[in-house]
């Protein structure tokens, strides 16, 4: 039975194939309950190879970020909805009719799929930040995109650890909080802000996103065990 840490955890499932992805799944059956997938192995599996992975008994979040006009973003949510998908991710950017059109068309169909709301990528430094939106400060922008999420009754926020102490003085705070960007030990690679798993769950975060660390490691059960332990002394600190 999955237990209160391995269900905090949410495998981003970033492999090169459907093979491989198929491999990693078999062999991590029973030791945790969320996986991620990108727009790789969507492309090349689509809804026939999640609904192929959910008959394994994992959740699906579907990490697609959309970002269009609201109507386009509708249609695509409502082409979704239904599908028993755990959750699926929207760009906070795309601005709060774009949300509020989301929201509209998962509750048309009437599934229980989650919508998140990408704040800021873990990726952007303050330097790479500048120079897409210059003069305004990254942590004004995670606060408007944090509220408007919240305004739009969407269902949760996807963040930096970093920014959960902003997320957590808006609205924000009251969503589910996905958070990727999470490394039991210091490693380099293009996640500019990260945290360890203790920290983040410590921080306010519902669920952590680990692909790497994991999945590039000699004995990938290990590693996660590793991290789901780190996870539980987090949950064990905010009880206490």
């Known amino acids: 039975m999955i237990n209160e840490a391995q ?44 609904k192929e992975i959910m008959a394994m008994d994992y959740k699906v979040f579907l990490d697609l970020k959309l970002h269009d006009i609201p109507n386009t973003v509708r249609m695509a949510v409502e082409a979704l ?6 959750a699926l991710t929207l ?5 709060r009719a774009m949300l509020e059109d989301a929201k509209a068309g998962r509750d048309k169909v ?23 939106t210059p003069g305004c400060a990254m942590s004004d922008a995670l606060k408007a995109r944090a509220t408007v ?21 808006t609205k924000g705070k009251n969503l589910i909080k996905v958070v990727p960007g999470i490394r039991p030990s210091a490693g380099g690679d293009d996640q500019a802000r ?5 920290g ?6 519902d669920f952590l996103v680990v692909g790497r660390p994991i999945l590039k490691a000699p004995d990938r059960l290990a ?4 991290i789901v332990n780190e996870i539980k002394e987090g949950l064990q600190w905010k009880e206490d």
């Open 110 to 132: 009437g599934g229980e799929m989650n919508l998140l709301g990408v704040t800021v990528l873990t990726s952007m430094n303050n330097e790479l930040w500048e120079e897409v």
């Open 223 to 226: 590693a996660l065990h590793t």
């Open 91 to 95: 760009h906070g950017a795309g601005g």
């Open 194 to 198: 990260t945290a360890n798993p203790k």
């Open 149 to 169: 999420c919240a305004d739009a009754e969407i269902d949760g926020l996807v963040c930096s650890p970093l920014d959960l102490p902003i997320i957590n003085e």
């Open 7 to 50: 269900n905090k955890l949410i495998l981003a499932l970033d492999v090169e194939n459907l093979t491989e992805c198929r491999q990693l799944l078999s062999e991590l059956q029973g030791e945790l309950k969320h996986v991620k997938i990108g727009h790789q192995l969507y492309a090349k599996g689509g809804i026939p190879f999640l």
């Open 81 to 86: 909805a239904g599908e028993g998908i755990w």
């Open 200 to 205: 983040a769950i410590m921080a306010g975060a």
